[in-house]
Structure formats: C-alpha cells, structure tokens
C-alpha cells in the first residue's frame, strides 16, 4: 500500500465520522431549541463547512511542512535534510503556531470543498441507489467520488 493511500484512509475515516457527527448535532439542537426539523440541504450544508474546519485544523501541519519541503528544493543551499528535520525547525522557530500558518487559506478551500461535497454526496447517494443500483455498496462508493 502506497504512502498517500495510507495517509487518505484515516483522513477520509475523520471526514465522514466527523461528518456524521455533525449531522446527528444539528439535527438534535434543532429538534429541542424547537426549530423542528430543518432542510436536509442545510444541514448537510453546515456539517460540510464543520468538516471543513475539522480537516484544517489536522491537515495544515502538513501542507506547511509540504510546502516548505517543496520550496527548500529551490533553494541552493538547502534549509532541511528530511521531513523530521523541517517538523523540528519549524517547532524550534515558531513553535506550534508556525504549524498553522497557512490555517485560514486551507480552511476556505477545505470548508467550500466539504460543504459542496456533502451536499451532492447526500443528493446523489439516494439518487443512485434508489434509481440504478438498488440497495447495495457500490452506491456509496461511487457517490463518494
């Protein structure tokens, strides 16, 4: 199993627990602050921008290591020797803020990818399995795409 499989299964396991989750939330606070029950588009909608958030909050560390790995390759003289080695000097130099540099950026894309994505996936899972698949996997594997 290749590096980026195994890094995207727990990630896509977060996502749609998290998502879940989010769901079931809603649907509560809005069934006893008495708003009754809500539009399943909106729902999805706000579970899609939480997921959103969720994912930033684990995923940036990553793209700042990413990306400063990416940029050292530029450099002549190069400012990291390994993925460790930038883990630790960004640690060292800005501590754990410096992990959350690009926070914002990946939150407006993560937070316009999920909620976009969560809407079409609940729109089209009951498409797909009630119109061409019948009730098996398949539908929720391809809807997940």
Known sequence: MSAPLLCALPWRAVKLMSFYQLTKLLLTIALVTGLGE????????????????????????????KISIMSDQLRIEKVYRSEWDCWQKIYRSEGVRGFYRGYVATSYRQVVFSSVYFVVYQWLRPVLLLRFLGWNQACYFISGL
């Open 38 to 65: 809500p539009s399943s588009i909106l729902v999805h909608l706000l579970a899609g921008i939480g997921v959103g958030l969720i994912e930033s909050l684990i995923l940036t560390p990553f793209e700042v290591v």
